[in-house]
Each structure stands twice: as structure tokens, then as C-alpha cells.
């Protein structure tokens, strides 16, 4: 299945998504988060689907869509995740996954506008592959993690370098700002990826392709990382991992290259669809 959620922001409803076109289903009742996953909804709503079929209402076309699944209680990502890219910041290949986390406020629709925060002059894009976790996971074996999964998402790693790498502490200054993680168009459950080991992501700034790598090429797979990550957290159902991004982020070049107002990001990912956000200026 492929999951949605659609309408004005905060005030989403549930939808699934059909051979491209998305229908409603909130009369299944709820959202999709931790309630959602953890009582077995994925395969509560697949019996849903299958008892409404053909009695769906589809819902118009240009209807905004937000994060496929609500507000998680944590997004977390992996950083230096790819050689290539580890190679082009001029960062070492790590020994160990490098964990940060993402505010859940930054957590934005598929389509919406990124906002370049107040005193930025180094926003930056990275296409990501995301995990969503399905139920409580605690010190979880690595032969064991994909019973953990949910699905998988597109994610947009949206980063103020400046804040990130040169305000002291830790990254988690110059990833979590507002707007910063649009995640979507639709969570694809795990049957919906024939090999997540094999997916392209690419990512283009005003039609020109700066990023476009695949998971082959992660230092660390998905089963590692959760495994990896559950050791020193619990994660919980509809929390967010995202993998790590390929080479060709704007931090990348000489000079670097990065985003102002009235640029236009385009990105996807085989199997996860393809996400679009204008970038705007930050207005008080």
C-alpha cells in the first residue's frame, strides 16, 4: 500500500494512494501514528481497503499533501552515510553510524515551501531514503530489524551549514529548523520495494541534477542502522530514520553552492515517488 495524508496543515486526513490516483479513507477512522502502527494498522487498513473496493472517493487532483504519517516522536538520521559523499565534505569514513536528530518540528509536506531560516546564507538539500519504524524497538538483532519496518519514505534533509558545522555543538542546530524535513509524497510499505538495496535517489535545483546515487552504495544498511540505533534508544512506532544522502550536495562544491529564494528542489527515489518545494525567504 501506499499511504497519504492530505488538506490544510495540522488538519490532515488519511488517504491511500491507487494505481497514481489517492482516495479517501478517513472514515477507517484515526491517523497515521504511533496508535496507528502500534495496533496493527497497516494490516487493519489493508482489510478496510479491500471492504471498500470500488467505493472510494478519490480526492481531487491539486489537493495539498502533507507528511504521510503524523507528527513522530522522533526523526532521526544518519549522517556521512555514503563514501562519496563523506569524500566530498572531506570527512573520514566513520567507523560507527553518526546519529543526529531532526526537530519534529521541521517535519513539512511533500510539496510545501522550504523556508531559509533568519541569519541563513547556507541552506542546503539532500535526497534521503527513510525508514518508518512499525512497532517498539528496543536492542533489536540485525537478522531480526525488518520486522521493526513499516515502509519506506522520501525525505528531503533540508540543512543550514553554517549552523550545522561552525555555531559549536552538535549538528541537530542546522538540521531542525521549521520546513526543514518535507517527507513524502507517500509511505510505501515494505512489499511496495522490491530491494531496497537498489534504490535510486536524485535530487535537482531548478531543473539542473546535482544529486543521483543509489543504496548500493550505503556504508551502512538499513537493517545495521536499526539494530545500530536501537541499542541506545527505543524507537517507537511511526519514528522516522532517514539513511543518509549520496554525493553532490551544495556543501560539496568549490565554491559551494547553496539555496535562495525562488529556487525550485525537485527529488525522488524508485518506488517513493517524487517531492517538489519552492524555497522562500523567512518573513517575521
Known sequence: MKLIR????GRENIGIQLAGVNY?????????????????????????????????????????LGSPIARPSKILCIGLN?????????AAIPNEP???????????????DIVIPRNSTKTDWEVEFGVVINKKASYVDKADAFDYVAGYVLHNDVSEREFQLER?????????????APIGPFLATK???????????????????????TTRDLIFDVPFIISY???????????????GTPAGVGLGFSPPIYLKPGDVVELGADGLGTSRQVVKAYNS
Request: hydrophobic share 35%.
Open 98 to 112: 553518526i546519529i543526529f536528530m531532526k526537530s519534529t518540528t521541521s517535519l513539512n509536506g511533500p510539496f510545501d
Open 168 to 180: 559549536g555543538g552538535t549538528w541537530d542546530k542546522g538540521k531542525g529548523c521549521d520546513t526543514f
Open 24 to 64: 479517501d479513507v478517513s472514515a477507517f477512522g484515526g491517523d497515521y501514528n504511533e496508535e496507528f502502527f502500534e495496533n496493527d494498522g497497516l494490516a487493519r487498513l489493508e482489510e478496510f481497503v479491500k471492504a471498500n473496493d470500488g467505493k472510494l472517493v478519490a480526492i481531487p487532483e491539486g489537493t495539498r
Open 82 to 90: 555514503y563514501r562519496d559523499h563523506a569524500a566530498e565534505t572531506g
Open 229 to 243: 540505533v536501537s541499542q541506545f534508544m527505543t524507537l517507537l512506532p511511526g519514528d522516522v530514520i532517514s539513511t
Open 6 to 9: 492530505y488538506g490544510d496543515p
Open 191 to 213: 512489499d511496495e520495494i522490491a530491494d531496497i538495496n537498489d534504490v535510486r535517489l536524485w535530487l535537482k535545483v531548478n531543473g539542473k541534477t546535482y544529486q543521483d546515487g
